[in-house]
Structures are given as C-alpha cells and as structure tokens.
C-alpha cells in the first residue's frame, strides 16, 4: 500500500504535464521507469521511491498507489475491494 496526496500512478508528473493520464494498472517495470534512477533530496515529486520500486518488483508484491486522503480509496484497497487509484503487479 502507497498513500500518497496523487490519486494513483500516473503517466508523467500531473502538475508538470497537463496530459498526464491515471493508470487504474500499471506493472513493475512501469512502476521503476516512472520512479527513475534516483532522487537526490528530501521530499521530491516522485510516485515512489526508486529503490523501493525495484525491491517490490524483484519480489513480485503486488502494489495499490491510492490518495491518502481519500479513505474510501484507502478502504476499499486494503480490503481488497475495487478502489481510485492504481494497482501495480
């Protein structure tokens, strides 16, 4: 589980690129491409930590990237329900 203040994975950086679109599902391999290499401060306006993304890839952990603050989404993903956000896996 990933609480975020983004409402799940998207496509590029939603308040850099207006185009940016919400994946309801994403794999691994995406979930790292859009993390990137690295991040070099505290704070940065990634989807999720670039070393966290490879260790949940190389074990194959199925990942729900769901806003924070909207407990329902946060429910409904922890019970296992359908839920706003992203599922990686």
Same mark, same amino acid.
């Given at each position: ?42 704070? +940065?306006?990634? !989807?999720? *930590? ?8 190389? %074990?194959? /952990? +199925?990942?729900? !990237?769901? *806003? ?8 409904? %993903?922890? /019970? ?10």
């Amino acid at each position: 589980m990933n609480a975020t203040s983004v409402d799940g994975v998207y496509t590029a950086d939603p308040a850099k690129d207006p185009t940016a679109k919400l994946l309801d599902r994403a794999s691994h391999e995406d979930l790292i491409r859009l993390a990137g290499d690295t991040h070099t401060r505290a704070g +940065p306006s990634i !989807v999720f *930590d670039p070393k966290a993304a490879r260790i949940v890839a190389r %074990a194959r /952990i +199925p990942v729900a !990237v769901v *806003d924070g603050r909207d407990l329902q989404a946060l429910r409904n %993903a922890i /019970i296992g329900k359908p839920f706003h956000g992203t599922l990686v896996g």
